[in-house]
């Protein structure tokens, strides 16, 4: 059984910092590109960073570009995202997801396979 769990989500005062965490299960976690979306109250859902197979390449939406951080652990079939200096505009539900992709370089999910069930981010004082 397919499984994308996140944690580390919460409320979080303006300019703080989190990480989430993203614990995979039931397929083969590094054929598979990793990366983070999150949703806001009455948006779209939107791609924030991406990880290739071997972590060696990311990709990070305008958004957060220098704010956040993507990595992952394929021995612990885990993918983070630390993010610092938080913005009220980031407050939003934050969702794992995994696309296949075998051996690559591409670092952007564009259809994926799998999904979290989301964790909650509140920036607010």
């Known amino acids: 059984q397919v499984q994308l769990v996140e944690s580390g989500g919460g409320l979080v005062p303006p300019g703080g910092s989190l990480r989430l965490f993203c614990a995979a299960s039931g397929f083969t976690f590094n054929r598979y590109i990793l990366g983070w979306f999150r949703q806001a109250p009455g948006k779209e859902r939107e791609f924030v960073a991406g990880?290739?197979?071997?972590?060696?390449?990311?990709y990070y939406a305008d958004s957060v570009k220098g704010r956040a951080t993507i990595s992952r652990d394929n021995a612990e079939h885990t993918v983070y995202l630390q993010m610092t200096n938080l913005k009220p505009e980031d407050t939003a539900i934050y969702y794992c997801?995994?696309?296949?992709?075998?051996?690559?370089?591409?670092?952007?999910?564009?259809?994926?396979?799998?999904w979290g069930q989301g964790t909650q981010v509140t920036v607010s004082s």
């Open positions: 990880i290739t197979t071997a972590g060696s390449l990311t």
């Open positions: 997801a995994a696309e296949y992709q075998g051996i690559g370089t591409r670092a952007t999910i564009r259809s994926p396979d799998y």
